[in-house]
């Protein structure tokens, strides 16, 4: 099966800019993450939706970043303004998991966007 | 709320030896645990999981891991390391009452030839 697709793989913008991230998952696949991931660090979720409506969006820092998954399968993640501590890789993953509790499956993830703001 | 900790940042062992990654968790309820290995400038990719039953699991690559309820620990180890091993190496967790998963901060493992 093709895996989760990310595009674009690398992005330089300067701060203050804009800049948007796009995610197709796994076919078939109902939940679907954006996370954050930091040099030198874990991955750190900023979003999870189930189909289009959204899970946990708890560390997103809803001020500058939004996320939309319209339609259940492909989303967009957006910064909107930049700042210089948003340099990182945005990894989207996708998973079989359906219903809250019931969370076993693992997460295929995609290649990332790496992220440079100047 | 879960957390999952990585003590070592990095590891090294030399080609042929046994290796172990080590992983210990915290959550509330029962736990899923996961472990992840990425490759420089790829994605995360799964390697194994412990949902529930026998407590020694095995995934991909050879590796292992033994889920270890009175240590919280999930360690992750291989019989002989490969070159082809280094890379980098995430233990993650979710508590079966809570969709969130966390993950560790990551453990480099260099294989020595």
């Known amino acids: 099966e093709a895996g989760v697709a990310q595009s674009p793989r690398y992005k330089i913008i300067e701060k203050r800019q804009s800049v948007a991230f796009w995610c197709n998952p796994i076919?078939?696949?109902?939940?679907l993450y954006w996370y954050q991931q930091i040099l030198g660090q874990g991955p750190k979720l900023l979003i999870q939706f189930q189909n289009n409506g959204v899970v946990d969006d708890s560390q997103l820092p809803k001020d500058r970043f939004s996320a939309e998954r319209l339609k259940g399968v492909d989303s967009t993640l957006k910064i909107q303004p930049a700042k210089l501590e948003d340099s990182a890789v945005y990894l989207c993953a996708s998973s079989r998991s359906g219903s809250r509790g019931v969370s076993g499956n693992e997460q295929f993830f995609g290649p990332g966007t790496r992220l440079t703001v100047l | 709320a879960q957390s999952v900790a990585q003590p070592e940042d990095q590891v090294n062992v030399a080609e042929g030896n046994p290796l172990t990654v080590k992983c210990t968790y915290s959550?509330?309820?029962?736990?899923?645990l996961f472990w992840y290995v990425q490759y420089p400038n790829r994605g995360l990719q799964f390697l194994l999981k412990?949902?529930?039953?026998?407590?020694l699991v095995k995934g991909s690559y050879g590796f292992e891991a033994e889920f270890n309820k009175s240590q919280t620990s999930f360690h992750l180890k291989k019989p002989s390391a490969l070159v082809s091993d280094s890379a980098l190496y995430f233990c993650?967790?979710?508590?079966?009452?809570?969709?969130?998963?966390?993950f560790g901060k990551g453990t480099r493992l260099h294989i020595l030839p």
């Open positions: 412990y949902i529930t039953g026998d407590n």
């Open positions: 076919s078939g696949h109902a939940t």
């Open positions: 959550v509330s309820g029962n736990p899923y």
């Open positions: 993650a967790v979710r508590d079966i009452g809570d969709d969130k998963i966390i």
